[in-house]
């Protein structure tokens, strides 16, 4: 078995790795992978393989290879302010990447099969709101994750900007995805083995792309046989924000401001940048190999005239160093969270102050 790319020391590694072998591509996706740790949804003895380009499963929990979620967040191309219907949540990481992206005023709706795994996101998602220190450095649009057989969707639901569907979709339910677009949505999903791009450009009108070569588990079919009736699954309405949470987002946006000007004017005033550390040296490695995992299977990346120049063979890269640093100076102080201590200091009531922090625990 092997990965698309080599596995990563941590999770800044791991997306150094994807940026190199251009499974992430844009600047939005690459700042959602690195603001959410992947080994935080692996249960503790698994966390070693957090950083392989592998796909994890135990039991219901299931977690994509790292270079299946980058070809997913930059097909679907987000934008503040989309929304998205991810089908198959799971563990609700991919969910929490696309919430970072969307922004307050987006619509963020998951559906899982199974309710242990809904519990387990539902504990992951209020762990990375409480601890996380990337969470003040986005405006977050919370995932809400709902029961049921994704193919059992009420008619009257409404359409979505963007869908993903982490499973294998038969070809007789094409046209059942299809429908949860809006008009210039975009759904990604396997589909006759391939990774594929479909857009809605029309009422009745499509573009359709290959991305990749891949192999899921097929979607599971609705069983009726006890009632033989459908369990029709109903999607979370489409909120309002209150005026109080309105307030919220605004007062943190305007110290996100303020912030932004002091560190502007302070490096107008001739202070130095924090000092940068030498990277190690990594071994880079373009496989053109299939890879088995569980269910899942991934092979390389169907071709692409942009790809023809690319060098296929082995490369051993070396990252350009800085100067040489003092054994004293080589470990960096821990980031400071600035929108928090702003917050903190603030002559306001400590219930207002939290209020403000999402009574978050760091």
Partial sequence: MGGAVSAGEDNDELIDNLKEAQYIRTELVEQAFRAIDRADYYLE??????YKDLAWKHGNIHLSAPCIYSEVMEA?????GLSFLNLGSGTGYLSSMVGLILGPFGVNHGVELHSDVIEYAKQKLDFFI???DSFDKFEFCEPSFVIGN???ISPDCTQYDRVYCGAGVQKEHEDYMKNLLKVGGILVMPLEEKLTKITRTGPSAWETKKILAVSFAPLIQPNHADSGKSRLVHLPPVAVRSLQ????IAIRGTIK???HQEAMSRAGNGLKNPPRFKRRRVRRRRMETIVFLDKEVFASRISNPSDDNNNSEDIDEERPEEEETKPSELKADPPVNFLR???LSLPLPDPLKYYLLYYREK
């Fill in 45 to 50: 003895e698994f966390k070693d393989n957090a």
């Fill in 76 to 80: 679907l191309d987000l934008q503040p």
């Fill in 130 to 132: 409480k601890t996380s």
């Fill in 150 to 152: 994704c193919l059992e």
């Fill in 245 to 248: 949470d309105l307030a919220r």
């Fill in 257 to 259: 401001k303020i912030i």
């Fill in 341 to 343: 201590e702003k917050v």
